[in-house]
């Protein structure tokens, strides 16, 4: 067995290698404890005796979090991001393996592995499927919240990153997991500010989001069954297929919209950055 002592400064040692790496926030979520999501997004059905999920986010420049996705949103705090999580995904599981233990990192952010359709008709329902939860990751790992716009949430960033998860079964220190699953009172207090900015009305204000009406983003002015069939036909395919168009970037199309993201006011370098910016 693993001593206490050792394994605080496995963790420790594990936290400073991946923030030297790019990361920006860090925790551990203890892998037994994700009962809020379905068993297909679970630790353990990845890695069946995985002890632990080292979750870190990076966060999108100021500068590039821009409400509508362009050029320098899409690089750096999108795609090129993305794509840089996983390489710290990948470089924190080797470093965990080269101690001895299994690791495996989950893709961050296009980790689409089907669609599920709940109800057709004019106002559709659908779900997009995944492999792993990693906002219920972060939210465990004690990172952050989930908003009322569906997102993480942390009192440094606001919404402004992107998660990145290292299933393993190290014995890291858990650190104490946050609530989920409820409104946060910051987002009582700051009035739904995305909720109402949202241009598809996608958001609930209760935490969920409208998949269908999100991926549209302006459900008022497409022809509702055609859409349907557009986002069955792009997201068909086996889990493992469609998974890999999605890591590959070759199957679906940026998304255009990035206003829950951007408007988040829980976000403490805001002001700073303002100054920064003589605005």
């Not at 598809?200 to 549209?216: I, N, P, Q, S, W």
Request: glycine share 8%; aromatic share 8%.
């Amino acid at each position: 067995m693993v001593e206490k002592d050792s394994a605080n400064q496995l963790t420790q040692e594990l936290f400073t290698y991946s923030q030297g790496l790019g990361a920006d926030l860090v925790g551990v979520a203890d892998a037994a404890d994700f009962h809020e999501t379905e068993p297909a997004k679970r630790p353990l059905t990845h890695m069946p005796d995985a002890r632990t999920v080292f979750v870190f986010v990076c966060r999108i420049p100021f500068g590039a979090a821009t409400a509508h996705a362009g050029p320098p949103y899409l690089q750096s705090g999108y795609y090129g991001l993305e794509g840089y999580i996983n390489k710290i995904s990948h470089r924190c599981s080797v470093w965990l393996e080269d101690r001895g233990y299994l690791a495996a990192g989950s893709p961050a952010g296009r980790d689409i592995t089907g669609l599920r359709v709940m109800e057709r008709g004019d106002d559709p329902k659908i779900e997009l499927l995944s492999s792993f939860d990693l906002r219920l990751a972060a939210v465990k790992a004690g990172i952050g919240q989930i908003g009322v716009n569906n997102n993480l949430i942390t009192s440094k960033y606001g919404s402004r990153l992107r998660i990145g998860a290292v299933i393993t079964n190290a014995p890291l220190v858990p650190n104490t997991a946050l609530e989920y699953g409820v409104v946060p009172e910051f987002c009582k207090k700051c009035g739904f500010r995305c909720v109402k900015a949202c241009p598809a009305k996608a958001l609930t204000g209760e935490g969920a989001v409208d998949h269908y009406r999100c991926m549209v983003i302006n459900p008022a002015k497409v022809e509702t069954r055609k859409a349907l069939k557009t986002l069955e036909s792009r997201y068909s395919g086996s889990p493992n297929q469609l998974a890999s168009k999605m890591m590959g970037f070759t199957q679906n199309a940026p998304h255009t919209c990035a206003r829950c993201i951007t408007l988040c006011p829980m976000d403490s370098s805001r002001e700073d950055r303002k100054a920064l910016l003589g605005i």
